[in-house]
């Protein structure tokens, strides 16, 4: 069996080129395969491996500060989800090309995966304001499942998303608005901008699809969620679920 984790963090980041190195030695000396992107606001990571690498190449990162104790996002799989170990040093770790957000300055709210849940049996937040679900991934991953009643913007990139945004003010303004993704990586981002012009009531799901199908399962999800490796989605039990009528097709991490 191999262990898959997703996980990110923004944060302060210097010497790329020296930690580039370091990371992708690291990962080849434990024979994991996967994608780790870097860029001065943080680390963005998949990765596939046995278990006891992964763990090892994790208690290995914690002699960097800023990447220790990373939370990861675990699934399995009977086969090497990934054809080579990459590490990319890129401007953003998820492109946005919006200078202004700073994501490893500030983080917006968030809502957790049993909050939500409850959100939406009662259908409305604690406030009674009525609840809209905004999908911030790109077309071809919302094909492949996404939560009930959620609206997207048939992104197809998400560095369309603030002109998109502007587009759809009215139908989000004087609701609560909660954004949601694969890990939780856009959101961040994507709530910053949110705030930023005007839009007060936002929160992003902690966690992402991964971590809302981890805690509480499909309830108010159908479908399931694309992942970035050759597993192409999964399941609420975070198994390879490939989807038939879907479109096969793979994407750059930082899309």
């Not at 104790?69 to 990459?86: A, G, H, N």
């Not at 709210?109 to 609840?131: F, M, R, T």
């Not at 936002?202 to 490796?229: H, S």
Request: net charge negative; with cysteine.
């Amino acid at each position: 069996m191999f262990l898959n984790i997703s996980t990110y963090r923004f944060c302060e980041l210097n010497q790329l080129d020296h930690l580039q190195k370091e990371l992708r030695q690291a990962c080849l000396d434990r024979e994991l395969k996967g994608t780790i992107i870097l860029a001065t606001e943080g680390i963005n990571m998949f990765l596939a491996g046995k278990e006891s690498s992964i763990r090892d190449f994790f208690q290995w990162l914690t002699q960097f500060p800023n990447l220790a104790d990373i939370v990861t996002k675990d699934s399995w799989s009977d086969y090497q989800p990934f054809k080579k170990m990459l590490v990319k040093v890129k401007d953003e770790i998820i492109r946005m090309n919006h200078p202004t957000i700073q994501a490893f300055k500030k983080r917006a709210p968030s809502v957790s995966a049993h909050q939500l849940k409850e959100w939406l049996k009662q259908g409305h937040d604690d406030q009674g304001k009525p609840i809209v679900l905004l999908d911030t991934r790109n077309t071809f991953e919302v094909e492949y499942g996404t939560f009930q009643d959620a609206i997207h913007f048939h992104l197809d990139k998400f560095s369309e998303f603030p002109q998109a945004l502007s587009k759809h003010l009215e139908e989000l303004k004087d609701k609560t608005v909660v954004s949601f993704c694969t890990g939780g990586i856009r959101c961040e981002k994507a709530n910053l901008l949110m705030q930023e012009i005007g839009l007060s009531n936002t929160l992003q799901l902690d966690g992402g699809i991964l971590k809302y199908f981890e805690e509480v399962g499909q309830e108010f999800y159908e479908g399931g969620c694309f992942v970035f490796d050759d597993r192409i989605a999964l399941d609420p039990e975070l198994s390879e679920h490939p989807l038939e009528n879907a479109p096969r097709r793979h994407h750059s991490v930082n899309n």
